[in-house]
C-alpha cells in the first residue's frame, strides 16, 4: 500500500474537471446524429409521397431516434439504448408542451398588435360597431369592466381565502382537514357552474336584472380556492417558533396571527392575491351569463350590465367579419398582457424570502 | 425492600381558559374555514331547487334520452307535459372529448415532468418550468380562439390522415367526410389546457422520490431509464393517477373553449374525427341566450349533473394525490 | 511513536488480525486514486489523496466528520457527480484504466464498483427475490440461474438462513440490520470486483453491526472491500488496512495509510495518534 506525503502537500494545482459532463467529441457525435437524420429526412420527404410540416416532424423523430437507439446500442449495450429511447420520447414529450405555449404567444403578438393603437385606452364602443375598422372605438369600458368586475371579486374572496388559510395552518381544529378537502374540491368547479349558481341564487329570486356585483360574486368563487391554497402553503412556511415566540411573549393567538405570523407573509399573501386574480381576469363563461354586455363605461356595479375584457372579445370574435376579428386578438392581447403583468409580479414576490 | 403497588396519578386536565378576544378570533376565522363548505352546499342546493321540477318530469330520461324539446302551446304557455329534455347526448360528448384530451395530454405532460425532474440542466428546467405554469393562467377563451384560427388548419388534415390511415377503427370513420370543428379538435384544445395541471402534480410527485432509492439504483449500475422505471414510477404512481384525475376534471368543466371550437350538433356522435359533439358546459351556453324560464330551469338540472360529476372525479384525485403526498 | 508502551486495545484488536499482503499482491492492483480532489461548486472538500485498495484486502477510511472521507469514496465509483456542483481532478484506475476517461460507460463502472449506504435502503415496491436481483433487471443483465444466484448471494450476505421462507415478501418487514444485509446481497448480485460501504452500520444496533462485520470478513476473500467507518473499533476489527482523514479547515487530507496493525499501534503522525488515541478534540 502506497503511504501518502507525511506532510501535507503543496497546494496541488489541481483543476476541478466535471469528466462525467458531455465532452466535444461527444457533442460532435450527437451533433452528427442529428445532422444526419435532418439530412436523411429532407431526403426521405423529397422521394416519398410524404409532405408537410407534420411529415418532417414525424419522420425526423423517428430517424433520430433510430440512429441514437443504434448507436448507443453499439456503444453501451441494450440497456444503454433502451436508455437513449425512453430519452427521445421525454425530449419529444417537453417539445409538445411547449410548443403550443410558444404558438400561442406568437399567434396573439402576431395578429394581435395591428388592432392595437392609442384610442384603445381611450375609447369605448357606444358609437362604435364592432365590424368598424380596428382604429375606431376602443376597450376603455372593457379595462374598466374587468378592473372592477376583478376588484370587487378580490374584496369578497381575499378574506375569505386568508382567512380559510389561517384556519387549516392555525387553529387546526376537528375540521382541518375535511375543509382543506372541501377548498381543494371547489377549485374544481366549472366556471359556468359558478354561474348558474349565482343565477339561480341572486339573479332569478332577488334582483331580475343583471348587473357587475353579481359577475364578481361569481368570480370570487372561483378565486377563493386560489386564494385559499397559496396562503395556505405560504402559512405552512413560516417558522413554528416565530408563532411560538408571540405566545410566550404572552401575547393572545389572535394578536400573534395579526402581528407576527400575517406580517411574516406578507409578501406571500400579495402573491396568493395576485395569482388568485391571474386566475379570474380573463374568465368568461359567468361574465357571459351574468355581467352581460355593455358597450359604454359603466362606473356602477350595482347597477346595468358591466362590460368586460372577456365579453369584448367574445363580441368581437362572435361578429366574426375581418375587422371584428382583429378587435377580438386585440383584445386578447392586452388581456394577455395583464395577465402576463400579474403573473410576473407574483413570481417576483413569492420568489422572495418568506419572512423577511 | 416494600413493594408498593405502583400508582398511575389520575390525569391533570389541562385546560386555557380562552380569552374573549380569542374566541372571537377563533369564531371568526373558524367561519371563514367553513365559507368552502357553506358555499359548495349552496351551489348544490340552489342548482337541485331550480333543476327539481324538470328531474321530476323527465326522470331518469333526463341522462338516459338524447331529446331537448321545449313545447309551447297554441297560447305560447309551456307545456310541461310534452317537453323532453334529456342530455345523453352532451354527457356522452363531455366524456368522449375529455377522454380525448387525457390519451393526448397524459403522456406528454408526464414525459415533460419526466424530463424536467430528471433530464434538464438547470436552465432549462426553470425556463420550461415558468413557461408551463405561465400557460395555466392564460384564459380559457386564448385557447379557444387559438384552437379555432391556429390548431383548426392542422387539426383537420392530422384527422383525414387518421381516418385514411386508421378509418377501419369504428371511432375513426366519417358517416360524411366532415372534419371541421370535430370534437378530436377540441380533445386536442383540451389536452393542451390540461398540460399545465398534469405536469406541474406529476413533477411534484417524481420530485419526491427518495434520493437514496434513486442512488441505490444508479449504484447498481443503473441507467436513467432504468432508474425511473424501477423507482421513480412505483412511487409516483398513485399521484400521476390523481393528477390525470384533476386534469379529467377541468377537460369536463370547460365552457368556453369547446364551445368556440366545436361544432355543437345535439345528437350522440361516437366518431370522433366527425364534425358534431358538445359538452354540457357548452351546451348550457349555447342554449342559455334564447332559452325560455322553464329551459333555463332544464339547463340548472344540467349544470347540476355537470357540478356533481366533476365534484366526484376532483374529489377522488384529490384524496389519491393526498395519500400518495402524505402516504408510505 | 515506538515508545507506546500502553497496551492499547484498538492496537490489540488490530493485531489479532493477520495482513494479508503476500498472496494478494501477486493479483495486481484492482482499484488505484491518484491524485484524488474534489469540490462542491466553490468548496474545495477533499485535496491530492492517493492511494491503492489491493484484491482481497478491507481498507478502512477513518476520521473525523466533514474529513472528506466519504467524499473520496463516492468518487471511486462516480457517485461523487449526482451532487449539483461537484467537480473533481485526478484519476481512478480499474485494472488500469481511468473510469473518468472519456467515453466510458458509467454504468459498467458501477456494476464492477459496488455500494452499500449509510441507511439500509431497499426498493420498497420490490420483494426480498426481486431486491438482490433488482441489478440484474436493472442493468438489463442475463444470468442463468436466478434461484442459483438469489440463493448464493443471501448466503454471502449472512441473510438466507434468516428469509429463505419469506423471499417473496416485501423487504419493508426486515429488521434494519437484515434490510442493510439485503442492500449487501443486492450490491454482490451483479458481480462487483469492489464494494464500497458509507459507514454502513451507523444506523443499526450492536447485534447488527456484529453480523455485518461478520458479513464484511466472509467477503473479503472474493471481493475488495472499503469501507467508511465513525467507529474505530470497527475499523480495528474488519479491515486490513486503514487510512486516517482530516481537514484543518481547508479541504480534507489523506494524513496516513498503512496496514490497521501499524496504524492504531504505531501512527506515524502525531495527528493520527491523537484521533486514535482519543486524545482528539
Known sequence: MSTNTLTPAAPAPAKPTKPWEASISDRIKTAAIFLGSALFTVGLVAVTPLKGKLAYAIVFFIAFV?????????????????????????????????????????????????????????????????????????????????????????????????????????????????????????????????????????????????????????????????????????????????????????????????????????????????LGVARVAGETAPILLLAGGNNSVNWNMFHGPMGSLPNYIWQSFGTGTPDSVTRAWAGLLVLLAIVLILFGLARTLGNRKVGK | MTQTPPVTPPKREITTKPRFSDKVFRGVVTGGGLSSLIILGLILGFLLYEGYGTFKSQGFHFITSSNWNAVVDANGLFNAKASTFGIAAMLIGTLVVAVIAVIVGVPISVGAALYLTFYAPQFIRKFMVTAIDLMAAFPSVLFGLWGFFVLESSGEYWAKLLNKYLGWIPIFKLPTPYVQHSPFIAGLVLAIMIIPIVTSVSREVFSQTPLDRIQAAYALGATRWAMIRAVAFPYARSGIVGGVMLGLGRAMGETVAVYTVLNIVYQVNWHILFSAGGNIASMILLKFGEASPQEIKALMAAGLVLFLMTLLVNSAANYIVNRSKSGR | METNTQPNTLSSIASKREVKTAGTQAMGVGLEARGIHAWFGQKHALANVSMDFWPGTVTALIGPSGCGKSTFLRTLNRMHEFIPGAAMAGEVLLNGEDIYAPGTDVTKIRLKVGMVFQKPNPFPSMTIAENVLAGLKLAQLKTANKDELLEECLERAGLWSEVKDRLNTHGGALSGGQQQRLCIARALAVRPQVLLMDEPCSALDPGSTLKIEETISHLSSSVTIVIVTHNMQQAARVSDYTAFFLSDGGPGQMIEAGSTNEIFARPKDQRTENYVTGRFG
Open chain 1, 66 to 274: 433510430v440512429i441514437d437507439y443504434i448507436y448507443n446500442v453499439v456503444k453501451g449495450g441494450r440497456a444503454a439504448g433502451a436508455d437513449s429511447l425512453f430519452r427521445g420520447f421525454v425530449t419529444a414529450a417537453v417539445c409538445l408542451a411547449i410548443t403550443p405555449i410558444v404558438s400561442i404567444l406568437l399567434t396573439v403578438w402576431v395578429r394581435g398588435h395591428k388592432g392595437v393603437h392609442w384610442t384603445l385606452f381611450t375609447k369605448d364602443m357606444h358609437s362604435n360597431a364592432f365590424q368598424d375598422p380596428a382604429n375606431q372605438g376602443g376597450l376603455l369600458h372593457a379595462i374598466i369592466g374587468t378592473f372592477l368586475l376583478v376588484l370587487f371579486a378580490m374584496i369578497i374572496s381575499v378574506p375569505i381565502g386568508v382567512l380559510t388559510a389561517i384556519y387549516i395552518t392555525e387553529i387546526k381544529g376537528r375540521f382541518t382537514r375535511p375543509i382543506q378537502f372541501l377548498v381543494q374540491a371547489m377549485s374544481g368547479v366549472p366556471s359556468i357552474v359558478a354561474g348558474l349558481f349565482i343565477l339561480a341564487s341572486i339573479v332569478y329570486p332577488l334582483t331580475k336584472t343583471l348587473n357587475g356585483f353579481e359577475g364578481s360574486l361569481a368570480l370570487a368563487i372561483l378565486m377563493i380556492p386560489t386564494v385559499a391554497r397559496t396562503s395556505q402553503e405560504v402559512l405552512l412556511l413560516i417558522p413554528q417558533d416565530l408563532r411560538e415566540a408571540g405566545v410566550a411573549l404572552g401575547g393572545t393567538q389572535w394578536r400573534t396571527v395579526i402581528m407576527i405570523v400575517l406580517p411574516a407573509a406578507r409578501s406571500g399573501l400579495i402573491t396568493a392575491m395576485i
